[in-house]
Nanobody, 125 residues
Framework: QVQLVESGGGLVQAGESLRLSCAAS????????VGWFRQAPGKEREFVAA????????YYADSVKGRFTISRDNAKNLVYLQMNSLKPDDTAVYYC??????????????????WGQGTQVTVSS
């Protein structure tokens, strides 16, 4: 089993930046796809970003492309989401997720088997 713990959320103003971190333990991290998802109040959970095993392949939602960057440090079992130029529409609970080993990179939450507890990001206007 893989355990994921997110951190780094908070309250910021529009235009500011935040960096979320996700610490993984309990499994072979370096052979798993990792992703970030978010869920705003009253809305369904949505894909934000994903990274392949080595970080060489990354996917982004159109809404965050050019503003957010996903990265990973396999030696430290860490995943990051750098969020720049934040907007009020980015307000949500952000979740880190990991796939089973040797999976392909995907935007679909159905293919992520392990999830963190989430961290709140609030962007004020």
């Amino acid at each position: 089993q893989v355990q994921l713990v997110e951190s780094g959320g908070g309250l910021v103003q529009a235009g500011e930046s935040l960096r979320l971190s996700c610490a993984a333990s309990g499994g072979t991290f370096s052979r798993r796809v990792v992703g970030w998802f978010r869920q705003a109040p009253g809305k369904e959970r949505e894909f934000v970003a994903a990274s392949g095993w080595s970080g060489g392949v990354t996917y982004y939602a159109d809404s965050v492309k050019g503003r957010f960057t996903i990265s990973r440090d396999n030696a430290k079992n860490l995943v990051y989401l750098q969020m720049n130029s934040l907007k009020p529409d980015d307000t949500a609970v952000y979740y880190c997720a990991a796939s089973k080993t040797f999976a392909a990179v995907t935007r679909s939450s159905n293919y992520y088997d392990f999830w963190g507890q989430g961290t709140q990001v609030t962007v004020s206007s």
